[in-house]
């Protein structure tokens, strides 16, 4: 159990800031060498449309999608 790690992500468009610092915490998470798990729920859900995570986009971050 100890190197696993679960990021639950509620946001997408709705809010960028949150959406983005959950992918860089899961991001670093697997650079870390833990099995990692992203969990989608309510408007994060809309994620996993492809291209939906194109406009995704915080300044100093790398974008969302590519």
Known sequence: MANKFCVSLT???DNTDKA????????AA???GKETLVFL????VRLAQKGYAD???EEGFAPSAS
């Open 11 to 13: 946001h997408s468009k």
């Open 20 to 27: 983005t610092v959950a992918f860089v915490v899961a991001n």
């Open 30 to 32: 697997v650079g870390s």
């Open 41 to 44: 729920s309510v408007e994060a």
């Open 55 to 57: 406009g995704i986009h």
